[in-house]
């Protein structure tokens, strides 16, 4: 949210919190101006997903769904290696999520490719680590 700058327009609002929140459990006026400046951009976009997407000033990288994305990815090419179809435009979908994790800092997916780790594999539910072993960034399961 450091990223996002406060619109200088957004004028005098009331914050309903203030009157039943404890000052310690809710944002400072200078993070509540970030979260409507960001509502001000989506309202005046309309909300349109693919504007929001390119020029939002708010981003921000889930690395469990980015994990879980990615393998399911690398399970389809085995499943289109088996079945005789193109694997091309999926391989290129995975090189650009681990592109996106090597330039977010975090490591990219360590899971080996679908060929050798797919639920046909054997023990491949052995290799599933729990929850908690998991690592901040782009670990996978």
Known sequence: ???VI???GLG???RRDLEHVD???R???EEYDRYLTLVRFGRDCNWDQSHLGRSSPFRMLDPGMTAMLLRAERDLIWLQTRVGQDINATQARIKRLED?????GTPAS???PASTRSPASPGWRSRLRPSSALTPGC???
Do not use: N, V
Request: aromatic residues 4%.
């Open 6 to 8: 406060p619109d200088t």
């Open 139 to 141: 670990s996978t399961i």
């Open 23 to 25: 000052a310690s459990q």
């Open 1 to 3: 949210m450091a990223a």
């Open 27 to 29: 944002p400072t006026k």
């Open 100 to 104: 996106g994790c090597a330039r977010s």
């Open 12 to 14: 005098e609002y009331k």
């Open 110 to 112: 360590r899971a080996s």
